[in-house]
């Protein structure tokens, strides 16, 4: 298991390796490549992260991107994306390793009549250690972007496992030694902010905050995203989520909600958009009754339903 794994007597730490890229603008335009529009700020933080090895925290509303930035970094950068998806009760044995109890028992039965050691020997070899994401980050021997997804939702033991892993990107297992990554991965950890992370985990990473994008940048990821819409209509509905979004409601629509709703017009037919395809159509982009009637009402009063 050690074999491709490598120990840096000196520092005790992976080398760093070469700089994934070149310049921020390098970052944006490698990301637009793979049809994820980020703006200065989102690349910003993205080149740091690889010039510092520091893993990146990744907040804001629901549906902004934060999980299709780790996607798209793993794209650009022709790495493997290995996916934490965290939720309450999480534990070590799902996020680290554990070991494969019903083949050691099998084993164990096979060997009856061996020593205590030789079978403890045996059955804490490698082909009965079940990797599981962390773990199989650090070892990858490809490059890798580890995405821990809704940080947020795992309580906070296991938030501190993942701080020890983020801090040494090692793992020790007891039975087998300590397995080093040969190259530290980019990470990605994300959170709806459910509830405040730990000071030493937020010390840990680069924070980045990802909100709606501007009107320019909407207008963008919708044309990008939705195949056969016009500029116009692009435009059209970027500028009615943006009013929308001002309004006082329960849920903002979010970009994916954007992308379907503009998903939606184009199916529908619609080259422009007019009261009524709005109020026909809004229930794809608000979730909530009172929002739907609000919103409808407000667009009818608008330039909109003139
Ligand atoms: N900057 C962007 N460029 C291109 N597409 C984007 C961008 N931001 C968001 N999207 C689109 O929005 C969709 C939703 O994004 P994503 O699932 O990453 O949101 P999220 O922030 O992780 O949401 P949640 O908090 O609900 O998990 C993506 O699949 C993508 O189609
Ligand atoms: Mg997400």
């Not at 890229?21 to 200065?40: M, P």
């Not at 993942?162 to 300590?178: A, C, F, K, N």
């Not at 819409?229 to 849920?251: G, N």
Request: aromatic letters at 6%.
């Amino acid at each position: 298991m050690t074999s491709d794994t490598t120990i840096d007597r000196d520092t005790g730490f992976p080398p760093p390796g070469e700089p994934r890229f070149d310049s921020i603008a390098a970052v944006r335009s490698g990301l637009a490549g793979v049809d994820y529009l980020a703006d200065e700020g989102i690349a910003g933080i993205v080149y740091l992260a690889d010039r510092l090895a520091k893993p990146v925290l990744v907040e804001g509303p629901a549906g902004t991107g934060k999980t299709e930035l780790a996607k798209s970094v793993a794209r650009m950068t022709g790495s493997r994306l290995i996916r934490l998806q965290c939720y309450e009760g999480l534990d070590e044995s799902k996020a680290l390793y554990e070991w494969n109890y019903k083949k050691q028992l099998l084993r164990i039965q096979a060997d009856a009549g061996q020593s205590w050691e030789q079978l403890e020997e045996d059955i804490f070899a490698e082909e009965f250690l079940l990797a599981r994401p962390l773990l199989e980050a650090i070892r990858s021997p490809d490059p890798v972007v580890l995405l821990v997804d809704e940080v947020d939702r795992v309580e906070l033991e296991t938030e501190a496992l993942l701080l020890e892993v983020l801090s040494e990107y090692q793992v020790s297992i007891p039975e087998l030694g300590t397995v080093r990554a040969t190259r530290i991965p980019m990470v990605f950890l994300t959170s709806n902010n459910t509830r405040e992370l730990s000071e030493a985990l937020k010390r840990r990473c680069l924070y980045l905050h990802v909100d709606y994008p501007d009107l320019d940048r909407e207008r963008a990821i919708i044309s990008t995203r939705v195949p056969g819409i016009s500029a116009e209509l692009a435009d059209q509905v970027a500028r009615i989520v943006r009013s929308i979004r001002s309004m006082d409601l329960k849920k903002h629509p979010s970009v994916s909600e954007t992308i379907d709703w503009a998903r939606t017009l184009v199916v529908l037919g619609v080259e422009s958009i007019g009261a009524e395809q709005a109020r026909d159509t809004l229930n794809i982009l608000l979730k909530y009754r009172t929002d739907i009637e609000r919103a409808s009402k407000e667009l009818v009063g608008s330039d909109l339903g003139a």
